[in-house]
């Protein structure tokens, strides 16, 4: 079982910035995904085991960053913050697969999850 410790949501005015952190019990590709009241829970970024290769949705990209680093932690760096935005995130970890991947299926560990959210 893969351990997972989420920090860094908070409250924050629209076009400030969060940075999240998930630490993990070992080295996986890795994923953030977001879930905002009444909606399914929605891919927002992704990094493979390597750090290499990353993976955004369409509605995040050029404003957050998905990076690690060799301690086995995962960042959600999120900037020009949108009320949009607000929602509950969770990392995730896919212990089979090497490359990120999108679909929440793919992921076996899950965080406990970090409120987020962004005032108008």
């Known amino acids: 079982q893969v351990h997972l410790v989420e920090s860094g949501g908070g409250l924050v005015q629209a076009g400030g910035s969060l940075r999240l952190s998930c630490a993990a019990s070992g080295r996986y590709a890795m994923g953030w995904f977001r879930q905002a009241p009444g909606l399914e829970r929605e891919f927002v970024a992704a990094i493979s085991w390597s750090g290499g290769i990353t993976d955004y949705a369409d509605s995040v990209k050029g404003r957050f960053t998905i990076s690690r680093d060799n301690a086995n932690t995962a960042y959600l760096q999120m900037n020009s913050l949108k009320p949009e935005d607000t929602a509950v995130y969770y990392c995730?970890?896919?212990?089979?697969?090497?490359?990120?991947?999108?679909?929440?299926?793919?992921?076996?560990?899950w965080g406990q999850g970090t409120q987020v959210t962004v005032s108008s």
């Open positions: 995730a970890a896919d212990r089979a697969r090497q490359r990120p991947e999108v679909r929440a299926g793919a992921y076996d560990s």
